[in-house]
């Protein structure tokens, strides 16, 4: 079982950058594809990015690439969202997920959910 915690959401005006954390209990190393989605208000969650296992290989949705990096430290058990020139169309309330496959993120069909951490972007 494993559990996830998102943090470092906030309220920051359109340019800004802002770094989202995950902490996952229980031993996430080598174990499981992370992944960051996201659901703007009144909006269907989506997937924002994924990287792999071993953090050796990522993928963005094409709304975020250049400007999001999504990183992992599996010895710290932790997952990263770097977040940089970010826009109000960006606000959402963004999770954590944890799957044994990183198919599944194209689905969002995650085994593992954290309960969320708010973004918000002023114009």
């Known amino acids: 079982q494993v559990q996830l915690v998102e943090s470092g959401g906030g309220s920051v005006q359109a340019g800004g950058s802002l770094r989202l954390s995950c902490a996952a209990s229980g031993d996430i190393s080598s174990h499981y594809c992370m992944a960051w989605f996201r659901q703007p208000p009144g909006k269907e969650r989506e997937g924002v990015a994924y990287i792999d296992r071993g953090g050796g290989s990522a993928s963005y949705v094409d709304s975020v690439k250049g400007r999001f990096t999504i990183s992992r430290d599996n010895a710290k058990n932790t997952l990263s969202l770097e977040m940089a020139n970010l826009k109000p169309e960006d606000t959402a309330m963004y999770y954590c997920?944890?799957?044994?496959?990183?198919?599944?993120?194209?689905?969002?069909?995650?085994?593992?959910w954290g309960k969320g951490t708010l973004v918000t972007i002023s114009s």
């Open positions: 997920a944890a799957d044994r496959y990183c198919r599944n993120f194209l689905r969002g069909l995650m085994d593992f």
